[in-house]
C-alpha cells in the first residue's frame, strides 16, 4: 500500500515522466526479456501545410501503412454542445509506414468529430464520429460503403448511437461497437449492418462500463474492452459473456487496445484531479494477462508528456501511438536484445 501511495504521489508531482524505452517490468517468470522497444525518432514526415489536429484514431492497411483518422481543426468543446459543420481538411491520412511520408489523404467535409478507426481485412477503413453519433465504413480510397446510426441523433435503441467510440471487425464481417461517451454498452451486427444483440450499461461492475472508449478482437474473437473511466480492460467471450478483467491502482484511464499475435497491446491516460494530464504508459500484456513491457510516464525519459487516445501495432508488432497533447503519431520500434 505505501509503494502505491509514493507511486500516486510521484505522478500527480510530475516527478514520473514519459518513458524513452520500452522494456520488461521483471525478469522470470517467464516473461521475456530479450524485447525492448525504441522510439524512431523523426520518422513522420508529413506536408509542412497539413494540419492533423487531434490523430484520435489509428490502424494498419494490408499494405502494412499507417492510416490516421485526425482532427484538423477540430477541438472537443469543453462547454456547449457539438460543433453542427463537417471539418474542411481532411481527415484521414495513410501514410508510409518506413519513412512517414504521406501515400493518400481524403476525408473533407465528411466528419464533424472523428475518434475511433480500424481497417478490416479486404482493406476498408471503419470509423466512429461521436458528433454524428455514427459509425461509417469506407473503401481503402474513400468510397462511403455502410453507414449505421442516424446523422446528429443520439439514442439508445439498435438504430442510434450516443457518441460511439470505436469498432473491431470479425472474420466473418461482423462487427462490435463501443457505444461509448453516451450509452456505456456494445454492439454486436452482422455483415450487413443489421443489429443482433448488445451487452452492458453505466456502472463499475463485471459487464458494466464508464466509458468503453477502445475495442479489440483476439484470435478467437474475444472482446478486449478499454472501460476508459473505470482504469481497467474488460474481456468477454463472443456472445458478450464477462472472461476477466484487467486492473491495477497504477493505471490511468485505459483509452486503447489492440490485440496482436498473441498480446494484448494498451494505452492509457493519468490526470491529477481529471484535469491536469500526467502522461501515458503503453502496456503489453501476455496471454495470462500478466503486465510484461510497461513504459511511458512510469519510465526515465525527461521528454515532453503525452496523451495516447489511440493505438495501432503493425505485422512487425512495431507499435503506433495516436499522441492528441503533442498532436502526432509516436513510431515505435522492436528491437532485439543482444
Same mark, same amino acid.
Given at each position: 500500500?505505501?509503494?502505491k501511495?509514493?507511486?500516486?504521489?510521484l505522478?500527480?508531482?510530475g516527478?514520473?515522466?514519459?518513458?524513452?524505452f520500452?522494456?520488461?517490468?521483471?525478469?522470470?517468470?517467464?516473461i521475456?526479456t530479450?524485447?525492448?522497444?525504441?522510439?524512431?525518432?523523426?520518422?513522420?514526415?508529413?506536408?509542412?501545410?497539413l494540419?492533423?489536429?487531434?490523430?484520435?484514431?489509428?490502424?494498419?492497411?494490408?499494405n502494412g501503412n499507417?492510416?490516421?483518422?485526425?482532427?484538423?481543426?477540430?477541438?472537443?468543446?469543453?462547454?456547449?454542445?457539438?460543433?453542427?459543420?463537417?471539418?474542411?481538411?481532411?481527415?484521414?491520412y495513410?501514410?508510409d509506414?518506413?519513412?512517414?511520408t504521406?501515400?493518400?489523404?481524403?476525408?473533407?467535409?465528411l466528419?464533424?468529430?472523428?475518434?475511433?478507426?480500424?481497417?478490416?481485412?479486404?482493406?476498408?477503413i471503419?470509423?466512429?464520429?461521436?458528433?454524428?453519433?455514427?459509425?461509417l465504413?469506407?473503401?481503402?480510397?474513400?468510397?462511403?460503403?455502410?453507414?449505421?446510426?442516424?446523422?446528429?441523433?443520439?439514442g439508445?435503441?439498435s438504430?442510434?448511437?450516443d457518441?460511439?467510440?470505436?469498432?473491431?471487425?470479425a472474420?466473418?464481417?461482423?462487427?462490435?461497437?463501443? #457505444?461509448?461517451y453516451g450509452?456505456?454498452?456494445?454492439?454486436?451486427f452482422?455483415?450487413?449492418?443489421?443489429?443482433l444483440?448488445?451487452?452492458?450499461?453505466?456502472?463499475?461492475?463485471?459487464s458494466?462500463?464508464n466509458i468503453?472508449?477502445g475495442?479489440s478482437?483476439d484470435e478467437?474473437?474475444n472482446v478486449?474492452?478499454a472501460?476508459?473511466?473505470?482504469?481497467?480492460?474488460q474481456?468477454? #467471450?463472443?456472445?458478450?459473456?464477462?472472461?476477466?478483467?484487467?486492473?491495477?491502482d497504477?493505471f490511468?484511464?485505459?483509452?486503447?487496445v489492440?490485440?496482436v499475435n498473441?498480446?494484448?497491446?494498451?494505452v492509457?491516460?493519468f490526470?491529477f484531479?481529471?484535469?491536469?494530464?500526467?502522461?501515458? #504508459?503503453?502496456?503489453?500484456?501476455d496471454?495470462?494477462g500478466?503486465?510484461?513491457?510497461?513504459?511511458?510516464?512510469?519510465?526515465?525519459y525527461?521528454?515532453?508528456?503525452s496523451?495516447?487516445h489511440?493505438?495501432?501495432?503493425?505485422?512487425?508488432?512495431?507499435?503506433?501511438?495516436?499522441?492528441?497533447?503533442n498532436?502526432?503519431?509516436?513510431?515505435?520500434r522492436?528491437?532485439?536484445?543482444?
Amino acid at each position: 500500500m505505501l509503494k502505491k501511495t509514493i507511486y500516486f504521489l510521484l505522478i500527480a508531482s510530475g516527478a514520473l515522466i514519459a518513458g524513452f524505452f520500452l522494456q520488461p517490468i521483471k525478469k522470470g517468470n517467464g516473461i521475456n526479456t530479450s524485447i525492448r522497444y525504441e522510439p524512431v525518432q523523426n520518422w513522420l514526415h508529413l506536408p509542412g501545410d497539413l494540419k492533423l489536429g487531434n490523430p484520435t484514431g489509428l490502424g494498419v492497411d494490408t499494405n502494412g501503412n499507417v492510416v490516421i483518422f485526425c482532427r484538423g481543426n477540430r477541438t472537443w468543446p469543453l462547454l456547449g454542445s457539438m460543433p453542427d459543420k463537417p471539418i474542411q481538411h481532411k481527415t484521414i491520412y495513410i501514410v508510409d509506414k518506413n519513412n512517414g511520408t504521406l501515400i493518400n489523404s481524403w476525408g473533407s467535409n465528411l466528419f464533424i468529430m472523428p475518434h475511433g478507426l480500424k481497417v478490416d481485412r479486404e482493406n476498408n477503413i471503419w470509423v466512429t464520429d461521436v458528433g454524428l453519433h455514427q459509425v461509417l465504413k469506407f473503401s481503402h480510397e474513400g468510397k462511403l460503403l455502410m453507414k449505421l446510426g442516424i446523422a446528429k441523433t443520439a439514442g439508445n435503441d439498435s438504430l442510434h448511437f450516443d457518441r460511439p467510440t470505436d469498432v473491431a471487425i470479425a472474420r466473418d464481417g461482423s462487427f462490435y461497437v463501443s #457505444d461509448g461517451y453516451g450509452n456505456s454498452r456494445i454492439i454486436k451486427f452482422s455483415a450487413t449492418g443489421n443489429y443482433l444483440f448488445e451487452w452492458g450499461k453505466k456502472g463499475s461492475r463485471e459487464s458494466e462500463f464508464n466509458i468503453p472508449h477502445g475495442i479489440s478482437l483476439d484470435e478467437q474473437e474475444n472482446v478486449y474492452v478499454a472501460d476508459r473511466e473505470n482504469n481497467r480492460i474488460q474481456l468477454f #467471450d463472443s456472445t458478450g459473456k464477462f472472461i476477466k478483467q484487467f486492473s491495477d491502482d497504477s493505471f490511468g484511464a485505459m483509452c486503447a487496445v489492440s490485440f496482436v499475435n498473441s498480446k494484448l497491446f494498451a494505452v492509457d491516460d493519468f490526470t491529477f484531479l481529471k484535469v491536469k494530464h500526467r502522461g501515458s #504508459d503503453l502496456f503489453i500484456f501476455d496471454t495470462l494477462g500478466q503486465v510484461q513491457i510497461r513504459a511511458g510516464r512510469s519510465g526515465n525519459y525527461k521528454g515532453p508528456v503525452s496523451w495516447y487516445h489511440a493505438l495501432a501495432i503493425d505485422s512487425d508488432e512495431n507499435i503506433y501511438t495516436g499522441d492528441i497533447m503533442n498532436n502526432t503519431i509516436q513510431k515505435f520500434r522492436k528491437v532485439p536484445l543482444k
